[in-house]
């Protein structure tokens, strides 16, 4: 299997080459077509406007941790907890409404993330 650019095959004996390899079982994309799906992921990271610290803790919510017991892994009150929860779901742009749990909607985001 092979995806290659139409503006990027330039060289015969390259092209060739790389017909050889598909056929012998082996894959090629294209490295400027990798390279975009790479930044479209980077800049599309709902996680990207995260703190290091409000990643741990968004992990450990994804683990089903409570805030007590986010506090008492990371060594900080239960009060730092709840200012890093706020400003995750912040970050993360989670509006409070009547239907939706954002806790839960804040791990999803997580692990579809991974």
């Known amino acids: 299997m092979g995806y290659l650019l139409k503006s990027r095959v330039i060289d015969v004996g390259d092209f060739v080459e790389t017909l050889r390899r598909i056929t012998q079982g082996g894959s090629v994309v294209d490295p400027c077509l990798?390279?975009?799906?790479?930044?479209?992921?980077?800049?599309?990271?709902?996680?990207?406007t995260l703190t290091e610290r409000e990643r741990e803790v968004l992990s450990l919510m994804a683990e089903g941790r409570s805030n007590a017991g986010i506090?008492?892994?990371?060594?900080?009150?239960?009060?730092?907890?709840?200012?890093?929860?706020?400003?995750?779901?912040?970050?993360?742009?989670l509006p409070e409404t009547e239907d939706d749990h954002r806790r839960v909607l804040a791990v999803l985001t997580f692990l579809e993330s991974r």
Do not use: Y
């Open 34 to 48: 990798v390279q975009e799906l790479i930044a479209a992921r980077r800049r599309d990271d709902p996680l990207q």
């Open 71 to 93: 506090a008492h892994r990371l060594w900080i009150t239960e009060g730092t907890v709840e200012k890093h929860v706020r400003s995750i779901m912040a970050r993360m742009r």
